[in-house]
């Protein structure tokens, strides 16, 4: 071994470990100091219940995994503030699945296009805690940047075989932490980007880094980090793995981080997964497409998305609901919110608006003029003008339906707001047949008719229908700012209608808002 192991201690046990009987298996790993296991025990003391839960079902099915990495933060991670990530054998992805299942998790993947073959993402959600629970999975062990993760090394048998159950979850020892910290840092350092987050974000990124190698500086016996690198990743040289952790230093500059990151790529060149100069591009890509497309990176379901609406009257808290669940959502899916009874107008939609109020105003102007004119159709006809406004409505609407269900189709949360319903009349929906007598209609009424039925036709039940009821003078004692009668009949609507063939979750909004909010979390985790 080099001079730097001769003056390190622990050199009885190193002089051991070469012994012909101990010479094919991984060194004996020193004993963890009682700072590890202090800090350990914290992060599990304040474990929240699903994470509890997990971690008996994976310990009680016998399941091979652990938590491989940034187990400096353990404490977070079980707490439900930040990622857990787990290594799990892949020979127990299926049983690891299951168990997730069992417990409420989905799997969802990225919104861009990548490759991630040996990596999944399950997500749960603890009521008790009202916190989502990120299971960032690796069943390879894959390093490098963050957008492409272009090397694989195969030590995952090596490195589950060291692991060692400090409380709640399984850690490998910190030796092998600290080796494995070292190579995906390093190999995760991309310079331009490097210097972007210096000058937007100062040197926090540098120095969270820094703090996490003296954290495992503190924790390993060096001789044994330099003992198990021949076998992790042979070919790698003490003095060379010795200046990767150097370039990982707070003063380190940028130069000195880039050789290093150069000359790792070129010693790990047989473990990358596609060529530099191909990852290179495809790194820049991805970064691109995503920051200056601005895409939506939020996490797509793995079994497809789901297309919900929210439908109550006036005073049910409709509104407020579905800000609310977009927030809640919106932390980690990608989401969006649609209103129907908003809808984006075409252009034809506001061609059409524009010439109602200039027949309108024609109309005013000669009256002024020549006394009422009398009217070209009967009473009850409200004009072949509106007649027409409302088909483009009846369009805009549907339009807003197609974009809602292709976002859903692509494992994206689309949540309605005033979804139209063959039992709900008052508030949006077709209005030529409410408006003229059929019997009566002339062939162009007709036509509009049939057009607009057919737009309204085509918005078919959604994914999850959840009906906010509220009692309609509960309704009207809310909503003061408009009139008594226009919201009670609405709110009545609703309150009187039978449910039951819907296949609709009803929901009480006479409740608290945090009770409506808990019980809607509830009925959508559920269900989707």
């Given at each position: 071994?080099?001079?730097?192991?001769?003056?390190?201690?622990?050199?009885?046990?190193?002089?051991a470990?070469?012994?012909?009987?101990?010479?094919?298996?991984?060194?004996?790993?020193?004993?963890?100091t009682?700072?590890?296991?202090?800090?350990s025990?914290?992060?599990?003391?304040?474990?929240?219940?699903?994470?509890k839960?997990l971690?008996?079902?994976?310990?009680?099915?016998?399941?091979?995994?652990?938590?491989?990495?940034?187990?400096?933060?353990?404490?977070?991670?079980?707490?439900?503030?930040?990622?857990?990530?787990?290594?799990?054998?892949?020979?127990d992805?299926?049983?690891?699945?299951?168990?997730?299942?069992?417990?409420?998790?989905?799997?969802?993947?990225?919104?861009?296009?990548?490759?991630?073959t040996?990596?999944?993402?399950?997500?749960?959600?603890?009521?008790?805690?009202?916190?989502?629970?990120?299971l960032?999975?690796?069943?390879?062990?894959?390093?490098?940047?963050?957008?492409?993760?272009?090397?694989?090394?195969?030590?995952?048998?090596?490195?589950?075989?060291?692991?060692?159950?400090?409380?709640?979850?399984?850690?490998?020892?910190?030796?092998?932490?600290?080796?494995?910290?070292?190579?995906?840092?390093?190999?995760?350092?991309?310079?331009?980007?490097?210097?972007?987050?210096?000058?937007?974000?100062?040197?926090s990124?540098?120095?969270?880094?820094?703090?996490?190698?003296?954290?495992?500086?503190?924790?390993?016996?060096?001789?044994?980090?330099?003992?198990?690198?021949?076998?992790?990743?042979?070919?790698?040289?003490?003095?060379?793995?010795?200046?990767?952790?150097?370039?990982?230093?707070?003063?380190s500059?940028v130069?000195?981080?880039t050789?290093?990151?150069?000359?790792?790529?070129?010693?790990?060149?047989?473990?990358?997964?596609r060529?530099?100069?191909?990852?290179?591009?495809?790194?820049?890509?991805?970064?691109?497409?995503?920051?200056?497309?601005?895409?939506?990176?939020?996490?797509?379901?793995?079994?497809?998305?789901?297309?919900?609406?929210?439908?109550?009257?006036?005073?049910?808290?409709?509104?407020?609901?579905?800000?609310?669940?977009?927030?809640?959502?919106?932390q980690?899916?990608?989401?969006?919110?649609?209103?129907?009874?908003?809808?984006?107008?075409?252009?034809?939609?506001?061609?059409?608006?524009?010439?109602?109020?200039?027949?309108?105003?024609?109309?005013?102007?000669?009256?002024?003029?020549?006394g009422?004119?009398?009217?070209?159709?009967?009473?009850d006809?409200?004009?072949?003008?509106?007649?027409v406004?409302?088909?483009?409505a009846?369009?805009?609407?549907?339009?807003?339906?197609?974009?809602?269900?292709?976002?859903?189709?692509?494992?994206?949360?689309?949540?309605?707001?005033?979804?139209?319903?063959?039992?709900?009349?008052?508030?949006?929906?077709?209005?030529?047949?409410?408006?003229?007598?059929?019997?009566?209609?002339t062939w162009?009424?007709?036509a509009?008719?049939?057009?607009?039925?057919?737009?309204?036709?085509?918005?078919?039940?959604?994914?999850?229908?959840?009906?906010?009821?509220?009692?309609?003078?509960i309704?009207?004692?809310?909503?003061?700012?408009?009139?008594?009668?226009?919201?009670?009949?609405r709110?009545?609507?609703?309150?009187?209608?039978d449910?039951?063939?819907?296949?609709?979750?009803?929901?009480?909004?006479?409740?608290?808002?945090?009770?409506?909010?808990?019980?809607?979390?509830?009925?959508?985790?559920?269900?989707?």
């Amino acid at each position: 071994m080099s001079e730097t192991i001769k003056q390190l201690p622990s050199q009885s046990r190193l002089t051991a470990a070469k012994s012909g009987k101990e010479r094919s298996t991984i060194l004996p790993f020193p004993q963890a100091t009682s700072t590890f296991g202090e800090a350990s025990n914290n992060g599990h003391k304040t474990a929240i219940p699903l994470i509890k839960d997990l971690c008996e079902a994976l310990q009680r099915e016998g399941i091979s995994y652990c938590h491989w990495k940034s187990n400096w933060r353990l404490g977070r991670s079980l707490n439900g503030d930040s990622d857990l990530d787990l290594l799990v054998s892949g020979a127990d992805a299926q049983r690891f699945a299951i168990a997730a299942f069992g417990l409420g998790f989905i799997q969802a993947a990225p919104a861009r296009n990548e490759e991630t073959t040996g990596i999944a993402h399950f997500y749960g959600w603890d009521s008790e805690a009202e916190k989502f629970v990120h299971l960032h999975v690796y069943y390879r062990l894959l390093l490098g940047h963050e957008l492409t993760t272009n090397y694989h090394l195969p030590i995952e048998k090596l490195l589950l075989q060291s692991v060692r159950r400090v409380g709640l979850i399984p850690v490998p020892q910190p030796e092998f932490e600290l080796i494995v910290f070292v190579l995906r840092k390093v190999l995760g350092f991309w310079t331009s980007e490097a210097i972007m987050r210096w000058l937007l974000a100062g040197p926090s990124e540098f120095e969270k880094m820094a703090r996490e190698l003296n954290y495992l500086e503190a924790h390993t016996d060096r001789a044994t980090v330099h003992q198990l690198l021949g076998q992790l990743v042979p070919g790698l040289t003490v003095s060379f793995f010795e200046r990767c952790l150097e370039s990982l230093r707070f003063e380190s500059s940028v130069w000195k981080r880039t050789i290093a990151r150069l000359q790792l790529e070129k010693a790990l060149a047989g473990h990358r997964r596609r060529h530099a100069r191909a990852d290179g591009i495809l790194k820049l890509w991805r970064l691109l497409n995503d920051r200056l497309r601005e895409r939506a990176l939020g996490r797509r379901f793995a079994n497809g998305g789901v297309l919900m609406a929210l439908v109550g009257g006036d005073g049910a808290g409709k509104t407020t609901a579905v800000n609310s669940l977009r927030r809640w959502l919106d932390q980690d899916f990608a989401v969006r919110a649609f209103h129907f009874g908003k809808p984006r107008r075409s252009p034809l939609t506001l061609a059409v608006i524009i010439a109602l109020r200039a027949w309108g105003l024609i109309r005013s102007t000669l009256n002024g003029f020549l006394g009422r004119l009398a009217s070209e159709y009967s009473p009850d006809h409200p004009g072949y003008l509106h007649l027409v406004r409302w088909v483009c409505a009846a369009r805009d609407r549907h339009r807003v339906y197609l974009k809602a269900r292709r976002f859903a189709n692509r494992g994206g949360i689309a949540i309605c707001d005033r979804y139209l319903l063959p039992k709900i009349f008052l508030m949006d929906g077709p209005n030529i047949a409410q408006s003229l007598d059929c019997r009566e209609l002339t062939w162009f009424s007709k036509a509009l008719l049939k057009a607009e039925n057919k737009y309204y036709g085509q918005i078919m039940q959604p994914d999850l229908l959840l009906i906010l009821r509220v009692d309609p003078e509960i309704a009207v004692r809310r909503k003061t700012d408009e009139n008594e009668h226009h919201v009670r009949t609405r709110s009545q609507e609703i309150w009187q209608t039978d449910w039951s063939d819907a296949r609709a979750c009803l929901v009480d909004a006479g409740q608290t808002p945090a009770k409506v909010l808990a019980e809607l979390r509830a009925l959508i985790w559920q269900q989707i």
